[in-house]
């Protein structure tokens, strides 16, 4: 591909983006879905599970708002779109089909990518919600790490909701099957409790937890945000992530074209 044409795809697939942006970001699924349920898991483990320290309660909240805000607005915007049959004129418009998922796929990240600085900067602040505390005890935050890991994180996250949207004829078509995926994930993964304690009773589970892209990005952002770094691990973490991500999206490219022909 030509850098000219490379650049065009990329216009087009901003323009897509802001139009998303615009229109969906406010939607009542998003709001309850992208930053209600996220504080709510929050309380709850604060408050009934006060073994959770500090670390898991910060990351995994900052872990759980990208995860399910940038997932999330894939469910609410394709199957809208499907529903009006907006989705069918977007594809036959002068676009290619990658442009126009692509930009898809970069509205839900920059969701989730708000969400997760916004949380982030909350809980680094105060610490417990109800109480003040001053900064989170133990915190070692590694700005450009850190910040790198939630962009990439909600990238993966918004192609993980892309994937189960593309096909959805309305939003619980996709929410139901989303939603199960990431509870699931969410226990598995080590969100709020560490994998050995998951794992404790079944280690011979433990290897599901590799095979989730949430573990990955719960790592990296603990890494990023308590330390201490591992460079290798934390390169391993992203890296996976990324191939997540290029996977889940031209899958859901694939899926598209078979469904057109």
């Given at each position: 591909m030509k850098m000219e044409e490379l650049?065009?795809?990329?216009q087009k697939s901003s323009i897509i983006a802001l139009n998303d942006i615009k229109l969906y970001y406010f939607k009542p699924p998003s709001i309850f879905f992208g930053i209600m349920l996220p504080l709510i898991l929050y309380f709850a483990f604060t408050l009934?599970?006060?073994c959770v320290?500090?670390?898991?309660?910060l990351t995994g909240v900052v872990a759980v708002s990208v995860f399910f805000g940038a997932s999330t607005l894939e469910a609410v915007v394709l199957p809208m779109e499907r529903r009006?049959?907006?989705?069918?004129r977007l594809v036959s418009a002068p676009l290619s089909l990658e442009a126009l998922l692509i930009g898809k796929?970069?509205?839900g990240a920059i969701f989730g990518i708000a969400l997760g600085f916004v949380m982030a900067t909350i809980l680094i602040l105060v610490g417990p919600a109800w109480q003040w505390t001053g900064f989170s005890a133990g915190l070692s935050l590694?700005?450009?790490p850190f910040i790198l890991t939630i962009i990439i994180s909600a990238i993966n996250s918004s192609s993980l909701g892309l994937l189960l949207s593309v096909r959805a004829g309305d939003v619980a078509d996709a929410m139901m099957p989303l939603n199960f995926l990431r509870f699931v994930m969410i226990f598995l993964s080590g969100v709020f409790i560490p994998l050995e304690e998951t794992y404790m009773f079944n280690p011979s589970l433990a290897p599901l937890a590799y095979l989730l892209p949430l573990t990955y990005s719960v790592d990296a952002l603990r890494q990023t945000t308590f330390g201490p770094i591992?460079?290798?691990k934390l390169l391993i973490d992203l890296v996976i992530l990324i191939v997540f991500s290029i996977v889940l999206i031209f899958t859901a490219i694939e899926l598209v074209k078979h469904s057109m022909r």
């Open positions: 650049y065009e795809m990329l009934g599970r006060p320290t500090e670390a898991y309660r009006t049959r907006t989705f069918e796929m970069a509205s590694s700005p450009i591992d460079l290798w």
